[in-house]
């Protein structure tokens, strides 16, 4: 079964409000998580890095104020798209690897959340 | 900084038949790791395989094996016994042991078809 757990799977808004992703790692601690973002037949292009307490590292390019990230636990990272337009619309992928584990452990994906702005 | 590097966007192979997916990386990092995800329509990434910078044997996995030319600097990934199941994108991915965060960077994905 799924390790790392996104919700929701889809999600349909209005052009000018905000939407909150949810990723949380189901059994296993998780200090670090990432966000992806994959337009319809792309690669998945890292937005950033969310670390537990502390402030996300963005990826040259991605706006911090656009895409609110806060890492509150060990086991849930959320994505928040604030003031969503059109151009939001995309898949949205988290990941997630387990502390325990360090460098050599398994990096987990979360089932993805598909953003429509209308 | 990384860069990885899938020239085929797309390919076609005979069922049964073998398939090699090209993948070059490009890092000045001496400790890193190359990884190979299928990624099916329903959105999922599903991990293949993986290989260390360090490591002196090419990696397998069942029917897939990673042709790792350090070199070159190529990881190819080489399905063997081609299955319909198995048409999907691929992505070729790396991260580098000596970035804290271990983030890891996606080339831009091989769609590839499986005919029966």
């Known amino acids: 079964g799924a390790v790392v757990s996104q919700h929701p799977s889809r999600v349909i808004c209005k052009s000018g409000t905000s939407v909150k992703i949810e990723c949380r790692s189901l059994d296993f601690q998780a200090t670090t998580m990432f966000w992806y973002r994959q337009f319809p037949k792309q690669s998945l292009m890292l937005m950033a890095t969310?670390?537990?307490?502390?402030?996300?590292?963005?990826e040259q390019g991605v706006e911090k104020d656009k895409f609110l990230i806060n890492h509150a636990s060990l086991t849930l990272s959320t994505l928040t798209v604030t003031s969503a337009h059109p151009e939001d619309s995309s898949f949205y992928i988290c990941?997630?690897?387990?502390?325990?584990?360090?460098?050599?452990?398994?990096?987990?994906f979360g089932e993805g959340s598909r953003l429509t702005v209308l | 900084a990384q860069k990885i590097t899938q020239t085929q966007p797309g390919m076609f192979v005979q069922e049964k038949e073998a398939v090699t997916l090209d993948c070059t990386y490009d890092?000045?990092?001496?400790?890193?790791?190359l990884f190979w995800y299928k990624q099916p329509s329903s959105g999922e990434m599903i991990f293949l395989i993986y290989?260390?910078?360090?490591?002196?044997q090419n990696a397998t996995e069942g029917r897939y094996s990673l042709n790792f030319q350090k070199a070159r600097k190529s990881a190819n990934l080489v399905i063997s016994a081609s299955q319909l199941g198995d048409s999907a994108m691929y992505f070729c991915?790396?991260?580098?042991?000596?970035?804290?965060?271990?983030?890891?960077?996606f080339g831009s994905g091989t769609r590839l078809l499986v005919r029966p």
């Open positions: 969310s670390n537990e307490g502390s402030k996300a590292t963005y």
């Open positions: 290989q260390g910078s360090y490591d002196q």
């Open positions: 991915a790396m991260t580098s042991w000596m970035d804290s965060s271990y983030k890891l960077i």
């Open positions: 990941s997630a690897r387990d502390s325990g584990w360090g460098a050599a452990g398994e990096l987990f």
């Open positions: 890092t000045s990092d001496p400790s890193y790791g």
